[in-house]
């Protein structure tokens, strides 16, 4: 069920290596990368950064076969577009430190931005903790909701990406994040209205 969104990657630029991709884009992309290009693959960096911490807190664990499946999925390619992220970012000459301000490129604040706590789907400390001190289904039903909350946050995001950059690889990178993760969200949704609908 939740491999299916390999097949989704496997249509995507994301799969291209990246020297070859690199090649593509400098054939046809010239443009400087605007505030938005730069916000968005700072914020969503962390983001991810985020979904990978919560993934490493329950892999391994008796959480059942789907949601160790999903959490697989998500550390596999979140950490490969963190990576390539990153790396752009790196190209431009832009900070790859975690941000502790986050979506100014956005508006959000007026432009002032909003401290990372805040960020949308941004789990807190507290949640983590929680989380890691379940067992069981418990522990796979927490996931399923902080990261579907998770991944709405991060759809919110892409979505605004993809009408505020000007770079056509962040603008590709954020259509196929909101294409990938509402298909994620719809898997979670599956999981928690079936075999994990009456765990407590």
């Not at 097949?7 to 400087?32: G, N």
């Not at 390619?77 to 956005?106: F, I, K, Y």
């Not at 991060?154 to 990178?173: F, P």
Request: glycine content about 8%.
């Amino acid at each position: 069920m939740i491999s299916n969104r390999r097949r989704l990657l496997a249509t995507s630029s994301l799969m291209v290596p990246a020297t070859l991709l690199s090649k593509t884009v400098s054939a046809i992309e010239t443009e400087q990368p605007t505030s938005a290009d730069i916000g968005y693959c700072q914020d969503m960096s962390v983001h991810h950064l985020q979904a990978l911490d919560m993934c490493r807190r329950v892999l391994g664990r008796n959480t059942g076969g789907a949601v160790q499946a999903a959490a697989t999925e998500v550390l596999e390619n979140q950490a490969m577009e963190v990576g390539q992220m990153r790396s752009w970012l790196a190209d431009w000459g832009a900070s790859t430190v975690p941000p502790t301000t986050v979506m100014a490129w956005m508006g959000a604040n007026q432009g002032a931005g909003m401290p990372l706590a805040m960020m949308p789907g941004y789990a807190s400390d507290e949640q983590l903790v929680a989380l890691s001190r379940l067992n069981g289904d418990a522990q796979g039903k927490r996931w399923l909701e902080l990261m579907r909350a998770h991944h709405i946050g991060g759809v919110m995001m892409a979505s605004e990406a993809k009408n505020l950059a000007s770079s056509a690889k962040v603008v590709r990178l954020a259509n196929f994040q909101v294409q990938a993760q509402n298909f994620e969200i719809s898997q979670y949704d599956l999981l928690l209205s079936g075999p994990y609908a009456f765990v407590e």
